[in-house]
């Protein structure tokens, strides 16, 4: 599982897949989350703007595991 830090209270999860390299425009991420290859807490999701928070795990399928991990600038 790769874990990919953020440094604020949470990320949408578009923004998440840039992130995590799974995507590389906002297009591409509403394509693969209206297909139902992504998974937020064994969950299918769909939304683009789902927030995510440290601790949320995402699964897309082709890409891997992944965990939302928060950054140590938080306070």
Do not use: W
């Not at 923004?15 to 995507?23: G, N």
């Amino acid at each position: 599982m790769k874990k990919i830090v953020i440094h604020s209270g949470y990320i949408k999860l578009d923004q998440f897949l840039k992130l995590s390299d799974c995507v590389s425009t906002g297009g591409m991420a509403k394509a693969l989350l209206q297909e139902g290859h992504v998974l937020v807490n064994g969950e299918r999701e769909d939304r683009r703007g789902r927030k995510l928070y440290p601790g949320d795990k995402v699964e897309v399928k082709g890409e891997g595991l992944f965990e939302v991990a928060g950054g140590e600038e938080q306070a």
